[in-house]
């Protein structure tokens, strides 16, 4: 499967923004989906995933109360809503599936990658 994130932008502090993960090549009802964020000089870490259906979202300690994962199977979509943005959430941000159970922070159990979408939040 091919994934493709976009929504990425440049926002001020307290802004919102959503990014977007289409699918292509097989259809998404098949997989658990994940965010991942990376900042410059630091190692990827696990933003949100959800299971396969929807109905089991979990999220980093960061992202509870500010960010919402969801999935539109119908579209091939997933998608983050993140908002209260800070400085601090500035990374490349990519999307990632696996088409079985895991640590959902655990990178190596995501088997395709999207390519990223920059997140820049000016102060």
């Known amino acids: 499967v091919q994934l493709q994130a976009s929504g990425g932008g440049l926002v001020q502090a307290g802004g919102s923004l959503t990014l977007s993960c289409a699918a292509s090549?097989?259809?998404?009802?098949?997989?658990?989906l994940g965010w991942f964020r990376q900042a410059p000089g630091k190692e990827r870490e696990f933003v949100s995933g959800?299971?396969?259906?929807?109905?089991?979202?979990n999220y980093a300690d960061f992202a509870k109360g500010r960010f919402t994962i969801s999935r539109d199977n119908a579209k091939n979509t997933v998608y983050l809503q993140m908002s209260t943005l800070r400085p601090e959430d500035t990374a490349v941000y990519y999307c990632?599936?696996?088409?079985?159970?895991?640590?959902?922070?655990?990178?190596?159990?995501?088997?395709?990658w999207g390519q990223g979408t920059q997140v820049t939040v000016s102060s």
């Open positions: 990632a599936a696996r088409g079985r159970r895991g640590s959902w922070a655990d990178v190596t159990s995501y088997d395709y």
């Open positions: 090549g097989r259809t998404l009802s098949l997989f658990e």
């Open positions: 959800i299971s396969w259906s929807g109905s089991t979202k």
